[in-house]
């Protein structure tokens, strides 16, 4: 099973996010695991997930965590703004489904 992680500020607004992306793999019939955290869980967190989506609100920290992130061989990115703001949670899951391969 695919394991998405998607973080920003606190987890607050990005778990919205996830239960759309959720709800768009159930439609699409799609088995994932998809969570959101805050930064602060972001290096807890490395080992256990597949993929990670940060939200554009902390598209700052990208550098710090793409380090992280190819030190354990795992694909990061900034969630598109307009995507985040509308809530497309099936863009949001496919191209986190192409960061994959």
Known sequence: MTKILLCCAAGMSTSMVVKKMQQ???SKNI???I????????DANLSKYDCFL???????????FKSK???VEKP????NQMDYGMMKG???????LAMLG
Do not use: C, M
């Open 54 to 64: 940060l939200g554009p609100q902390i598209k700052y920290k990208l550098n710090e």
């Open 69 to 71: 992130a190819d030190s």
């Open 24 to 26: 768009a793999a159930v």
């Open 90 to 96: 099936d863009k949001i899951l496919d191209e986190a």
């Open 76 to 79: 990061i990115a900034v969630i």
């Open 35 to 42: 969570n959101a955290v805050g930064l602060d869980e972001f």
């Open 31 to 33: 088995e994932v695991e």
